[in-house]
């Protein structure tokens, strides 16, 4: 028990920090490689999509194909597969592009607060004093981050600010869309099939083999982190550590992601991250801790991860 608890949790850091990875290693990629977000999107969805199927048919193909033989729930697998998988994974390259790794996975980690809002106006109930605790540390936190301490000025650009915030919410929209099909069928079907179809459809309305970047081995061994270990494998461990910890443990080490994109760009991007930005991130970060923990006090839907 002890051993299987100490995989868990060395899974659910491991996964994440390869999402933190794979977010700097895309900003290298969109401002020295000439690679566009959209494209990358695009290849990281299809590739994943296909090797996470293949994955989950080699497994159990009779659990991984039943879903299709259900109408409703297959509607439904398609409409998360645009309105949350797609949505979520767009607009987080797009707040790293327009700003930075660090700066985008951490306001990803503020759709906590979106998802309280959320069930504030669903369910016409006041917050809770932790809920408005936690609104409280996410708004500080989201100022700190985004002005670096000077009130009166952005110090990221106003796209890259955004972006996002949009990916708060589509990570919010992310975490509560498929809660019934991942209880009926597992995280592997819904998550492979909804990457391969929004992979599928974005590769053909951005029409990818037309944009391809000029080959290098940086270039392509950077897309290729970025698909297989920063996407696939990533959400294969962060998946295999629920069987081990509670989800609600596995949310708060998911703290990893940002940490390991903070101090990479740091690193080997050059990005100035000070300490009124590491408070903001710490804050924003302390609202995860707060709502997992109420989580374990009360069914409330938990963070997720992209």
């Known amino acids: 028990m002890h051993n299987n608890k100490i995989k868990g949790i060395g899974l659910a850091i491991l996964g994440p920090?390869?999402?933190?990875?794979?977010?700097?290693?895309?900003?290298?990629?969109?401002?020295s490689e000439n690679v566009g977000a959209n494209w990358l999107v695009s290849v990281r969805m299809l590739v994943s999509g296909i090797l996470l199927v293949l994955f989950g048919l080699v497994t159990n193909a009779k659990a991984n194909l039943v879903i299709w033989h259900h109408f409703n729930d297959?509607?439904?697998?398609?409409?998360?597969?645009?309105?949350?998988?797609?949505?979520?994974?767009?607009?987080?390259?797009k707040a790293i592009e327009y700003g930075n790794a660090a700066t985008a996975t951490i306001l990803q980690f503020l759709s906590p607060a979106v998802i309280i809002l959320y069930l504030v106006v669903k369910t016409h109930r006041p917050p809770r004093r932790i809920d408005v605790f936690s609104l409280i540390m996410a708004l500080t936190g989201t100022i700190l981050l985004v002005?670096?301490?000077?009130?009166?000025?952005?110090?990221?650009?106003?796209r890259g600010l955004l972006w996002g915030l949009a990916t708060a919410i589509t990570a919010s929209i992310y975490t509560l869309l498929p809660d019934k099909l991942l209880?009926?069928?597992?995280?592997?079907?819904?998550?492979?099939?909804?990457?391969l179809i929004g992979g599928a459809s974005f590769s053909c309305f951005y029409r990818i083999w037309d944009r391809m970047p000029a080959f290098s081995w940086?270039?392509?061994?950077?897309?290729?982190?970025?698909?297989?270990?920063?996407?696939?494998?990533?959400?294969?461990?962060?998946?295999?550590?629920?069987?081990?910890?509670?989800?609600?443990?596995?949310?708060?080490?998911?703290s990893f992601e940002p940490l390991s994109a903070t101090i990479l760009s740091i690193i080997f991007l050059g990005i100035s991250f000070g300490l009124p930005e590491t408070i903001g991130g710490g804050l924003i970060l302390g609202t995860v801790g707060l709502q997992s923990w109420a989580a374990m006090k009360q069914h409330l839907p938990e963070p997720s991860h992209l």
């Open 17 to 31: 920090l390869l999402w933190g990875i794979s977010g700097t290693t895309a900003q290298f990629l969109f401002t």
């Open 74 to 93: 297959a509607v439904k697998l398609i409409f998360f597969s645009f309105a949350g998988m797609a949505a979520s994974q767009y607009t987080y390259f």
């Open 147 to 158: 002005t670096h301490g000077h009130l009166t000025t952005l110090a990221i650009p106003i």
């Open 183 to 195: 209880r009926t069928y597992g995280s592997i079907p819904v998550v492979g099939w909804s990457m």
């Open 218 to 254: 940086q270039t392509y061994g950077g897309v290729s982190f970025v698909v297989i270990f920063g996407t696939m494998f990533a959400y294969l461990f962060y998946l295999q550590s629920l069987s081990y910890i509670r989800p609600t443990v596995a949310s708060v080490l998911g």
